[in-house]
T-cell receptor, first 115, second 112 residues
Framework: EAGVVQSPRYKIIEKKQPVAFWCNPI?????LYWYLQNLGQGPELLIR????????DSQLPKDRFSAERLKGVDSTLKIQPAELGDSAVYLC?????????????FGPGTRLTVT | SQKIEQNSEALNIQEGKTATLTCNYT??????LQWYRQDPGRGPVFLLL?????KEKRKERLKVTFDTTLKQSLFHITASQPADSATYLC???????????FGIGTKLQVIP
């Protein structure tokens, strides 16, 4: 079974430029998450999807961040314009309602550097 | 405000010993608690879940305890190996099965 796929793995951009990250979750997983992880910190939730619906986006900075999950499968996270403080690892995860342990499966992340 | 505390300092132990990591929380009533392992450059990997009505859970060399009175979970790795070296994150779940909040993680180094 293929895991969660994210691309790109690394991205370097100048501040004020736009950037987009892509995530393909595990097949059949209806729940998809985007997290931000700073060095030495735990993942912080940005947005959670149930199928196509964003059910928790309270931590998403909506002035510059946007996300979509078309057809309830793949998802993209966009930042426009990027700021220096956005440098971090962006993790995508997915989970299934049928899992009794509620485990989340994470992708390898996209490391963003804003210069 | 809600707070999850994990020892931010690295834990160094000798190979073969038991490693014990701590996760404390305040202003929180989790329905369950999860432990994840994270290696450098990779996403976290799920290890174990323990529910609020469970005191202890085991999986191979791993053991997790959950004390809702002390608001604490302990994560044990017995017979530790250098391959166990990684950062271990606790995550508290509440408000629906998919909503979790992660701690900052504790870095474990097992010395041969």
């Amino acid at each position: 079974e293929a895991g969660v796929v994210q691309s790109p793995r690394y991205k370097i951009i100048e501040k004020k430029q736009p950037v987009a990250f892509w995530c393909n979750p595990i097949s059949g997983h209806n729940t998809l998450y985007w997290y931000l992880q700073n060095l030495g910190q735990g993942p912080e939730l940005l947005i959670r999807y149930e199928n196509e619906e964003a059910v928790d986006d309270s931590q998403l900075p909506k002035d510059r961040f946007s996300a979509e999950r078309l057809k309830g499968v793949d998802s993209t996270l966009k930042i426009q314009p990027a700021e220096l403080g956005d440098s971090a690892v962006y993790l995508c995860a997915s989970s299934s309602r049928t899992s009794g342990d509620y485990e989340q499966y994470f992708g390898p992340g996209t490391r963003l550097t804003v210069t | 405000s809600q707070k999850i505390e994990q020892n931010s300092e690295a834990l160094n132990i000798q190979e073969g010993k038991t490693a014990t990591l701590t996760c404390n929380y305040t202003n929180y009533s989790p329905a369950y608690l999860q432990w994840y392992r994270q290696d450098p450059g990779r996403g976290p990997v799920f290890l174990l879940l323990i529910r609020e009505n469970e005191k202890e859970k085991r999986k191979e060399r791993l053991k997790v305890t959950f004390d809702t009175t002390l608001k604490q979970s302990l994560f044990h790795i017995t017979a530790s190996q250098p391959a166990d070296s990684a950062t271990y994150l606790c995550a508290l779940g509440s408000g629906g099965y998919q909503k979790v909040t992660f701690g900052i993680g504790t870095k474990l180094q097992v010395i041969p």
